[in-house]
């Protein structure tokens, strides 16, 4: 199983449309969690971190849970711009129990239509 | 926008050749990391450092090798390149704070390497 999974997408919305993006992780010890984006082509940048209460930016809304090890991006009134991948990440141990890492969802991506 | 940089930004090299990816970064973080990801696939760590003379794998089995004798440098070397090894290659650093535990990650914009 891996450490973080994403809905495999694509989704292909109209403009304006209301878009949620889930992701679960399996290490019940991660402690910090965040919603990257990545344009085709580009480097992943960061879109927002999310809070034990939730938080929102604008249009995003992002959730956490952790009882249910689940966490959520919702969009609103989507536009053309935020077509991309979007990323989920679980910042949590090295197999190795040293240290943290950031590991990544392997992406959903977004196509918002015109 | 951050200040961590990968150079070259493309390259194209023949078989068995040795080549060295560049990433440095100046805004003082400890953390470190090296990524490889296929077109429209996901990301892969392949090697990670807490600080100067700290490297370790990742997850993700690699031939490459890292060195951190500085801690705004952390290049990665392939010793003989192979088709194989034609991937992106992103770079990123972050600020190790165990009391600020939502420490974003910086990307560089990645080296396209091609092996032929």
């Known amino acids: 199983r891996k450490e973080v999974e994403q809905d495999p997408g694509p989704f292909n919305v109209p403009e304006g449309a209301t878009v949620a993006f889930n992701c679960t992780y399996s290490?019940?010890?991660?402690?910090?969690f965040f919603w990257y984006r990545q344009d085709c082509r580009k480097e992943p940048k960061l879109l927002m971190s999310?809070?034990?209460s939730g938080n929102e930016d604008g249009r995003f809304t992002a959730q956490l849970n952790r009882a249910s090890q689940y966490i959520s991006l919702l969009i609103r009134d989507s536009k053309l711009s935020d077509s991309a991948t979007y990323l989920c990440?679980?910042?949590?141990?090295?197999?190795?129990?040293?240290?943290?890492?950031?590991?990544f969802g392997s992406g959903t991506q977004l196509t918002v239509l015109p | 926008e951050a200040d961590i940089y990968q150079t070259p930004r493309y390259l194209v090299i023949g078989t068995g050749k040795k080549i060295t990816l560049e990433c440095s970064q100046t805004?003082?973080?400890?953390?470190m990391y090296w990524y490889q990801q296929d077109p429209g696939m996901e990301l892969h760590l392949i090697h990670y450092?807490?600080?100067?003379?700290?490297?370790e794998k990742g997850d993700l089995s690699s031939e490459s090798t890292v060195s951190r004798i500085r801690t705004e440098h952390f290049p990665l070397t392939l010793e003989s390149a192979r088709p194989s090894h034609t991937s992106q290659y992103l770079c990123?650093?972050?600020?190790?704070?165990?009391?600020?535990?939502?420490?974003?990650?910086?990307f560089g914009q990645g080296t396209r390497l091609t092996v032929v």
């Open positions: 990123a650093s972050s600020d190790f704070r165990s009391d600020l535990m939502n420490t974003e990650a910086f």
């Open positions: 290490n019940s010890a991660s402690q910090s």
């Open positions: 999310v809070y034990s």
């Open positions: 990440v679980v910042n949590s141990e090295f197999s190795s129990g040293s240290a943290r890492q950031l590991t």
């Open positions: 805004m003082g973080h400890d953390k």
């Open positions: 450092s807490y600080g100067v003379n700290s490297t």
